[in-house]
């Protein structure tokens, strides 16, 4: 008899899913993280600010080129001094990448993953993201389309707590929203130029994981509204916005069913060729070195879309010696990350009067209208421009003086600039992988991950084309002393939006899963983090991961009570 019903690798955005939904219909589940334990009493700093830190909590230039020469540079907004403990230290956790390339892995283990430090923008694929595909002949098809996931898109947004405004746009579908933050006067007034002089383009509310109007469920977890402090990376003693620490986990615990091990890294997945699955999983503990085994009928891999791949490659068998369920040799391929480096920013007159009270979690978001509503692009796909206009004052380091007049000047009118910025999507490409150094192994013995991504002449035009496109923009919006920064792509990875090294599809010849995120080789294997995705939108994924994962948890219970797997 197994240990439990179902294991589920990794507690983050996607493995709290996982956990939750196969929870409440009553299997007995374990999640295994491979970090350590974040209580929120004892780990969150939120409530502290900057000045009563050491060296307003900035880490020291010592300590980034020893340990966080990877996570600073590429989230310095985010890693402070006070919560440098929900990043990992680079010199710990090495990597490789193939000769010529750059990625940047930004990670952070521990209690839900990088669920607690996540920018929280949160939209729906569209019709057009699930058939681009099979329309261009890119890579394979979706298994699956809008109105499979719609529903499931429904469930996750009513739990999690999303605020927005419905806004009718057939390719950033409307969704279960709270209120949803309101734009600052100058936004309005750049909404109104921008779609005045380009009427297939839209600026709306950003749409944020944050809750605005608790409801009962929500607060029966201990959750409740935002209070727009602007302090979401160092966790959330509210408990506002969305994380699995916050809210998944939380959930799956009063269900009884739930059970979790920290410091737990998976190192194989263990399969049984006579039957054809899943029957366990193999730890090694990181604090004590002792490896051991729980065995499961089910199994869910939420570990990021590399860890998950690499999981899968380090599982060899006779069955499958390039690694478990790899019939296809799709695992590993297709990784896939936004790109960004495009946007500009100038002064917006008519404001100087005005200022802003509180600090919301988001601002403008202008969805994508490349190929949707506009065709004379040179290239395919799109992008989602990310913004906001704020006055001056409150931009922080755009003011000279010291002291109380510095402060003081901080919140009075005067000026206000708009600044936009690109989010586009990557083509899937079957040369950009992640797989296993032959020979070198981190402290626990796990090969080292080698990185082999970079973009394509289409991701290189587009963001041209982006930037462009926000000067024209900006221009139109009657904008002065525009900055443009010329294009520079930011490295795969860093937008930390890491997709597609198990993609889905139609062919278990071409893909790894099929439309439930069931592995076609091994039928109790799912997998729904990143790694499922087919190809990668330009939207922030997050709330794809949590339907996806949901969706694929029902069926697995389904398929359990048949008898099926």
Not at 124 to 148: S, T
Not at 250 to 258: L, M
Not at 282 to 287: C, G, M, N
Not at 458 to 473: F, H, L, T
Request: charged share 20%.
């Amino acid at each position: 008899m197994a240990d439990f019903d179902a294991i589920v690798v990794g507690s983050g955005m996607s493995g709290g899913w996982s956990a939750k939904e196969l929870c409440e219909r009553g299997l007995k589940v374990l999640v295994l993280e491979r970090g350590n334990e974040i209580v929120p009493e004892r780990d969150y700093v939120d409530q502290m600010p900057p000045w009563e830190q050491s060296n307003l909590d900035r880490i020291s230039e010592d300590e980034i080129a020893r340990h966080y020469y990877k996570q600073f540079p590429g989230v310095s907004y985010a890693v402070k001094e006070s919560n440098k403990h929900f990043w990992v230290k680079d010199d710990e956790h090495p990597y490789e990448t193939s000769p010529g390339t750059e990625y940047d892995w930004l990670r952070g283990y521990h209690t839900a993953g990088r669920s607690i430090m996540w920018s929280r923008q949160t939209y729906r694929l569209g019709p057009q993201d699930f058939e681009a595909n099979k329309i261009e002949g890119i890579a394979v098809d979706w298994p699956v389309r809008n109105e499979d996931i719609a529903p499931w898109y429904d469930h996750v947004e009513k739990f999690a707590g999303i605020a927005g405004n419905r806004d009718g746009l057939p390719q950033l579908p409307d969704g279960q929203f709270q209120p949803g933050f309101e734009l600052t006067c100058a936004e309005k007034e750049f909404k109104s130029r921008v779609e005045a002089a380009f009427p297939g383009r839209n600026v709306i509310q950003a749409r944020v994981a944050h809750i605005t109007a608790v409801t009962e469920e929500q607060r029966a977890l201990g959750r409740s509204n935002c209070q727009s402090r602007n302090r979401c990376h160092f966790g959330c003693t509210f408990k506002a916005y969305f994380s699995s620490l916050n809210a998944t986990l939380p959930a799956a615990e009063r269900t009884g069913n739930y059970t979790i091990v920290h410091n737990a890294i998976v190192q194989s997945l263990q399969y049984d060729g006579e039957s054809n699955r899943v029957v366990g999983v193999r730890v090694i503990d990181a604090e004590t070195m002792e490896t051991r085994s729980y065995s499961c009928r089910v199994l869910f891999l939420n570990a990021s879309a590399m860890a998950s791949a690499m999981i899968l490659l380090q599982s060899k068998s006779t069955e499958y010696p390039n690694g478990l369920a790899n019939s296809s040799d799709q695992v590993g391929r297709n990784l896939m990350d936004h790109v960004s480096g495009a946007g500009a920013s100038g002064l917006i007159s008519g404001f100087e009067n005005k200022t802003v009270f509180g600090r919301r979690p988001g601002g403008i978001y202008i969805p994508r209208y490349a190929n949707i509503t506009e065709h004379d692009k040179p290239y395919i796909r799109g992008f989602g421009f990310q913004g906001n206009a704020t006055p001056l004052g409150n931009a922080g380091g755009q003011i000279a003086g010291i002291g109380r007049a510095f402060k003081e000047s901080h919140g009075a009118a005067g000026p206000w600039r708009v600044s936009i910025s690109a989010f586009g999507e990557q083509l899937p490409n079957p040369n950009n992988t992640v797989t296993l150094h032959p020979s070198k192994r981190d402290k626990w013995g796990n090969p080292l991950a080698v990185f082999n991504v970079g973009y394509g002449e289409n991701e290189r035009i587009m963001q041209a084309e982006a930037g462009k496109d926000a000067v024209a923009m900006l221009e139109a919006a009657g904008c002065t002393e525009i900055s443009s920064r010329p294009v520079n792509l930011t490295k795969p990875g860093n937008r930390i939006h890491e997709m597609g090294s198990a993609r889905m599809g139609r062919d278990a010849a071409t893909s790894v899963l099929n439309g439930w995120c069931q592995a076609h080789d091994v039928p109790n294997l799912f997998i729904t983090d990143g790694a499922f995705m087919t190809s990668s939108a330009c939207q922030n994924p997050s709330l794809s991961y949590m339907a996806f994962s949901a969706r694929a948890a029902h069926y697995a219970v389904d398929l359990l009570a048949q008898g099926a797997i």
